[in-house]
C-alpha cells in the first residue's frame, strides 16, 4: 500500500488565504477536521499521521488562527456564523461533497451550525470536547461569564491571560495524565500565533461572541434529533471547560452514539490521538461509508 503524504495548501475565499492540511487518498471516505482556540489545524497533526493511509483528511485554519490570514477587525467580522460562512465556502471550493466531520472545540458551534443548514454533507459526526448543551458548560468557563455579559477592561483581564503562555497551557495540562506526553511544538506554536500583532484583539471578538452559540444550542439540538447522525463521542474528561457532562449531555438527543472517555484534558489528542484514531476505525468501518 503506498503510504500517502501530508500536504500544506491554501485557498483564498473572498480576499482571505485560508491554509489548510490535506492528506489520504481522495477517493475514499473524507473527514473534515475542524479545531479551536487557541491552537489551529496543528492540533491533528498527530490524527492525521494516524489515519492518512484509510481516509481522506482535510484540515483548515480560520481566519486568524494558525497559518491563514488574519485580516483586521475592519475587514473581516469575527463572529461565528461568519466563521461557519467563510468554512462553507471553503468545503464548496476545494469540492467536498460529503464527509464525517471532526468537530472540537470551535469546531463544534461551527461544524454544527454547518450541519444543521446542510444536513446531507454529514455522513457521521466526530465529536471531541466541544458543546451544545447547558449543561455542558464546565467551571472553567466561570472567569469568562463577567466578559461575556459585559465587556470592558476589568473583563477582560482574565481573558487577556488564556491568550498568554501560562494561560495556553491551562488547555493543554489541566487534567493531563502524563505531561510528558504533551508536545510544546502544539502549545508554542499557538503562543507564537496570538503573539502577532492584532491577533488578541480578533480573539477577544470572537470570544466575546461565544454567547451567540448557547442561542443556537436549540437549532443543533433538533438537528441531532430530526436526523439521528451516525455520532461517535471520544472525550478528554477532564477537561475543565466542557467537561464529562458535556460529552453525555449529547445522549439526550443522540441515545445510540458511541462514547469514549479519556483520563486526559481539554487537548485529548495531546496523550489520545492513537486511541481516538482506533476508535475513528472501528467506528466509521462499520457505518461502511463509501465516498
Partial sequence: ??????????VNIDGVNIFYREAGDKSKPAILLLGGFPSSSITFRNLIEDLKNDYHLIAPDYPGFGNSDAPSTAGYQYTFENLTNTVEKFIDQISLKAFSLYAFDYGGPIGFRLAAKR???????????????????????????PFLQNRNEETEK???????????????????ENPELISPDAYLSDLQNLSKPGLVDIHLDLLHNYSS??????????????????????????????PEAAAKAFLTDLPDAELHLYNTSHFALEEYHEEIAGNILSFLNKLNINQ
Fill in 1 to 10: 500500500m503506498k503510504t500517502q503524504k501530508v500536504s500544506y495548501k491554501t
Fill in 119 to 145: 444536513p446531507e454533507l454529514i455522513q457521521a459526526l466526530i465529536i471531541q470536547n466541544a458543546n451544545a448543551y447547558m449543561e455542558g458548560i464546565g467551571e472553567g468557563f466561570g472567569a469568562a461569564m
Fill in 158 to 176: 482574565p481573558i487577556r491571560f488564556l491568550m498568554t503562555l501560562d494561560g495556553i497551557k491551562v488547555f493543554y495540562f489541566t487534567g493531563a
Fill in 213 to 242: 452559540n448557547v442561542a443556537q444550542y436549540p437549532i443543533w439540538q433538533k438537528y441531532f434529533s430530526t436526523y439521528q447522525p451516525k455520532t461517535l463521542l471520544v472525550w478528554g474528561k477532564n477537561d475543565p471547560f466542557f
